[in-house]
């Protein structure tokens, strides 16, 4: 398979980022340094480029097209200016996706989804969709850059206008930005205040280079991004989260509804009525050694479950990372032994947020 490049691209190796492969594209894993990069958007603002994901535009009647039977949550009742997180699912309320639908007028939608998915992810919601309605993939021509960061809204403010201090959280607003259409939303993905950017694709490369002219920016890379999300207890499809796994096991279920029709409604009701045996569970291990995926959870010296993410945090100084456990044992304070046959390292199950000093909700 080809590998994708960005528009930003030319950008990252001028700024000697190290490269990876990520979902088929072309990523930079780091500029000077993940932790680094990870504490400047702690503190200040940090780019990220998100220009690999995908953006769907769904015009026509929400109610009467059967767009809203693709998703476990509502979506009819989105106010427009805002956006709402949730999934899609198969037919046993495996999630397929996880995304974000935004409501940018009575009859229109963007729909934000994971890069590695975006092929089958459009396939699947146009299943419910009915003829007469306008549903096209955008992402070749939509390009998205996240701005994190405590002090993102002086900057954004600074540079597009003072209109932009009254976004709300998980709410956005449509701008001009160098003469294009732009969308400007406040989702976030660092547990930071911070905005998404989404804007023509021929035009984020001279956006990227503009914000970072300004000394309080710094570009961040796939490492640090890896880490502000695990410290917020966010998942990563793929990892924490994927098609034999149901919102209920992920304790995502507050982002599933069970008053309408959608793929794998009952195995969601069945699941809500009787429970699950294993579910996701945030761990601390009070000491710099961080287990990896794969790494086996042990409690009593019985396996008890396995590690899907898992990371040094270096605001908490010390491992932390995500996992599926026995049900029973998901109980914060519940001490653990996290092992890969040849390391073990002590932790305890701990809320989420792991970090909780985030500044996103906050403001």
Known sequence: ???????????????????????????????????????????????????????????????????????????????????RYGFILNGIGGIIDDLIVYRIAVDELMIVVNAATTENDFKTIGQDIAGGCEYKNISDITAKIDVQGPLSRDLMAERFGEQI??????????????????????????????????????????????????ERVKPAGLGARDILRLEMGYCLYGSDIDDMTSPIEADLGVFVVTDKEYRGIRGILQQKEQGVPRIRAGFITHSRRSPRHGYRIFHDDAMSGEITSGTFSPTLNSGIGMGYIDTALAKPGTKVVLSDGRVSIDAEIAEFPLYKKGTARNK
């Open 1 to 83: 398979m080809n590998i994708k490049n960005t528009p930003i691209y030319e950008s990252h190796l001028r700024a000697n980022a190290r490269m990876t492969d990520f979902a088929g594209w072309n990523l930079p894993i780091q500029y000077t340094g993940i932790i680094d990069e990870a504490l400047h958007c702690r503190k200040s603002v940090s780019l990220f480029d998100t220009c690999h994901m995908g953006q769907f535009s769904f015009k026509g009647d929400i109610r009467k097209s059967g767009i809203e039977n693709a998703f476990c949550f509502p979506i009819s009742d989105i106010k427009i200016g805002r956006c």
């Open 165 to 214: 201090r009254s976004i709300p959280y998980f709410g956005f607003m449509k701008m001009n930005i160098m003469g294009r259409d732009a969308i400007i939303s406040r989702t976030g993905y660092t547990g930071e205040l911070g905005y998404e950017i989404y804007i023509d694709a021929s035009a984020a490369a001279k956006l990227w280079d503009s914000l970072l002219e300004d």
